[in-house]
């Protein structure tokens, strides 16, 4: 499968509250993105897998995917959204925003 198929098949999962495998189809779109070099999709992919993880309250876990998603630069902005919404969790996770 390609990262956009993972990354939808996530996306279906999640709507059907199917947490657990939605993460596995979300870890395997960041591989498939990895293996593409595909640095918009590996950072789409992972802030998806970092926001989830912190829905669950599972905020250590979500630290290394949105620290990675607020490191990623292109130059032509179209990951400045990704990157503004992980810096807002990680604000939120060590309690400076609510």
Known sequence: MKTREHFQR???L???GLEEL???ALSDAI?????????VLLTQARLALGE??????RHEEALPFLKA??????ADGSVDL????????????????P
Do not use: N
Not at 52 to 57: D, S, T
């Open 10 to 12: 996530a996306r279906e």
């Open 14 to 16: 999640l709507a059907r």
């Open 22 to 24: 939605a993460e596995s």
């Open 31 to 39: 591989d498939a993105a990895v293996a593409a070099e595909d640095l």
């Open 52 to 57: 989830l993880m912190c829905a669950q309250g």
């Open 69 to 74: 998603v607020v490191r990623t630069e292109i």
């Open 82 to 97: 990704e990157v503004k919404r992980s810096a807002h969790l990680l604000r939120q996770i060590r309690g400076i925003e």
